[in-house]
C-alpha cells in the first residue's frame, strides 16, 4: 500500500515553465525522498529531505517538506524537455529504512 | 544504472513455468532489494536482502522467492508463473539506512506471462 501519494498524476507545461509537484502521506516519517524515472528506465535518486528540514535545494530543484499537513513539493524552475519523466516520492517511516513509493506524476515538458 | 546490472532484459515465459531474474551490482552495497512495477500499482517492494543469506519479505512476496549467496548478487524466483506476475521488476541497492536511505535502481526486467 502507498504511504505517499503524488499529485497531479499527470502535468503538461512548456519548456521555460516552472513544475510543481506534490506528494502527501499518512504517517510520521524519517524522511522523504523524490526520484525520476524516464521512459523504460529505471528510478534516478534527485533529493532526500530529513523530517526535521523544511526546505532543501539542488540545482533547479526545490523540495520543501510540510511535517504538519504531512506534504512535500517537488519544484523544477526554468523546466526543459529533457525533464519529461515521471517522478516519485518515497518515504520510509516508524523503525523502517525501507522507502514505500507513491504511484508517481508523469510530466510532460513540450520544447 | 551504473554498477547494477539485470538479466534477463526481457523474457517472454508460459504460465506454470518457472523464470529466475537476476540482479548484480559491483557497487559492494550491503541492502538489495527487488520491486516490481504496474500502472495500476506503482512500485511495490517484493522482497529485500540486508545480508548475505539474509533476506526478508516485502509487500507482494506471494509467489516468489529471493536467494543472495554472494554479496554481488540477488536473485528473485518465481517458482511457477503465473499470468497476474507479468510485470516490470526493478532491482535497488542501498548502503545504508536510517536518514540516509538513498536507493539505486538497475535497469528492470520486462516480464511476459503467457
Known amino acids: 500500500s502507498q504511504q505517499g501519494e503524488e499529485d497531479p498524476q499527470a502535468l503538461s507545461i512548456q519548456e521555460g515553465e516552472n513544475a510543481t509537484m506534490n506528494c502527501s502521506y499518512k504517517?510520521?516519517?524519517?524522511?522523504l525522498q523524490w526520484y525520476r524515472q524516464n521512459s523504460g528506465r529505471g528510478l534516478v535518486h534527485l533529493i532526500l529531505?530529513?523530517?526535521?528540514?523544511r526546505e532543501k535545494h539542488s540545482g533547479r530543484l526545490r523540495v520543501t517538506l510540510d511535517t504538519s499537513k504531512k506534504s512535500s513539493s517537488l519544484l523544477i524552475t526554468a523546466s526543459r524537455a529533457a525533464d519529461t519523466a515521471s517522478y516519485f516520492c518515497a518515504t520510509a517511516s516508524g523503525g523502517s529504512y525501507i522507502p514505500t513509493f507513491g504511484r508517481g506524476t508523469s510530466l510532460i515538458v513540450h520544447p | 544504472d551504473a554498477g547494477i546490472t539485470q538479466s534477463p532484459r526481457h523474457k517472454v515465459t508460459e504460465t506454470g513455468t518457472p523464470v529466475t531474474l537476476r540482479c548484480h551490482q559491483t557497487?559492494?552495497?550491503?541492502?538489495m532489494y527487488w520491486y516490481r512495477q504496474d500502472p495500476e500499482h506503482g512500485l511495490r517492494l517484493i522482497h529485500y536482502?540486508?545480508?548475505?543469506?539474509?533476506?526478508d519479505k516485502g509487500e507482494v512476496s506471494d509467489g516468489y522467492s529471493v536467494s543472495r549467496s554472494k554479496t554481488e548478487d540477488f536473485l528473485l524466483t518465481l517458482e511457477s508463473a503465473t499470468s497476474s506476475q507479468t510485470s516490470v521488476y526493478f532491482c535497488a541497492i542501498s548502503d545504508r539506512t536510517g536518514a540516509g536511505n538513498e536507493q539505486f535502481f538497475g535497469p528492470g526486467t520486462r516480464l511476459t506471462v503467457l
Open positions: 536482502s540486508y545480508g548475505v543469506k539474509d533476506t
Open positions: 529531505i530529513r523530517s526535521n528540514e
Open positions: 504517517t510520521s516519517i524519517n524522511n
Open positions: 557497487e559492494n552495497h550491503r541492502y
